[in-house]
């Protein structure tokens, strides 16, 4: 160990300590960006950036399980990245099914798919629904996985589901709109049953949202990380956990 590696450990241990867990997010949603620029950075492919993000995301979730945090979203492909060229996109879903199926594998969390599977090749939908299905009793945290997944069309789903259902119960156009509310679409989105976000983290550098969980975090916290993904450190992650817990969240009172 050299004596930048000690420094950097014995300050992420002074964070560490300092942190008031009463005050840790339950619910994090991370943009996991970056990846082709620390690639480009560092003279490697794309390919390799979203494996190196790849493999940091075991990293996080270590870092998550040693505080009270119990949900945990991961923006591992958006609904956009679908125009990328074949030769990038193919290799990257690939990337994703791996992780996904390494998550499964851990024993440790209970791994959850947000996003429209439609939009997926057969092989990625077979590896979401398997890990999906194998991990459904896990007691731990819980991993949304949002691959495919794009803020307006998390909301355009769950109003076409809310009308699905309803249709299927006769109600009519008349009777819904009596009782339509914000909490009757939130039990229809891919996140239902689960607390919103108070913490979104980005990387990279940039300071916007890109849709991601538009409609559940609209009272969120956000903490903007200028180092890209594959880079991020624990002492990253602690100053985020920071940062929020010195916040005073008023929900828009």
Not at 130 to 143: K, N
Request: net charge negative; hydrophobic share 40%.
């Amino acid at each position: 160990m050299n004596f930048r590696d000690l420094v950097y450990r014995l300050y992420a241990r002074r964070v560490g300590g300092r942190l008031d867990h009463d005050q840790v997010p339950k619910h994090i949603g991370v943009i996991l960006d970056g990846n082709r620029r620390w690639a480009k950075a560092s003279g490697g492919s794309a390919v390799q950036g979203h494996q190196a993000g790849a493999d940091k995301i075991s990293e996080l979730l270590g870092w998550c399980s040693e505080t009270d945090v119990e949900v945990v979203t991961l923006w591992m492909l958006s609904t956009d990245n679908f125009d990328r060229p074949e030769h990038e996109l193919k290799p990257l879903l690939g990337i994703i099914e791996n992780t996904v199926r390494n998550l499964a594998a851990d024993g440790r969390w209970r791994v959850h798919h947000v996003g429209t599977l439609d939009l997926l090749p057969p092989e990625t939908q077979s590896v979401l629904k398997e890990a999906q299905e194998a991990t459904s009793d896990i007691d731990g945290i819980i991993v949304n996985v949002a691959v495919g997944y794009g803020g307006r069309q998390e909301i355009a789903d769950a109003v076409r589901s809310l009308l699905l259902e309803h249709s299927e119960k006769g109600t009519t156009f008349e009777e819904l709109a009596e009782v339509v509310s914000t909490d009757l679409i939130s039990e229809h989105l891919y996140t239902r049953g689960q607390p919103d976000p108070d913490l979104v983290i980005r990387t990279s550098g940039e300071q916007r949202l890109s849709g991601f969980m538009l409609w559940q975090s609209a009272h969120s916290e956000y903490y903007f990380c200028e180092v890209f993904w594959p880079a991020f450190r624990k002492v990253d992650f602690l100053r985020a956990l920071r940062d929020y817990a010195a916040r005073h969240r008023r929900y828009g009172a």
